[in-house]
């Protein structure tokens, strides 16, 4: 989830609001701003659905 949250953030901060930089710069630079933010989702929503897997395999403290 940390990594899709720095993108999202970074994104949005960096690349949108203030337009220190762009992702890749070139012909198709607007492009890469908006593949940039939906990867950070998808690896944060992911990160969620993920979150605490392990812990509910855990059965009084043996892995079933």
Do not use: K
Request: net charge negative.
């Amino acid at each position: 989830m940390g990594w899709g949250v720095f993108n999202i953030v970074e994104g949005v901060i960096d690349h949108h609001l203030l337009g220190i930089h762009h992702v890749h710069d070139g012909p198709d630079w607007l492009w890469w701003g908006p593949r940039v933010l939906a990867f950070g989702a998808v690896l944060l929503v992911a990160g969620w659905l993920t979150r605490g897997v392990g812990e509910r395999s855990m059965v009084d403290g043996q892995r079933s």
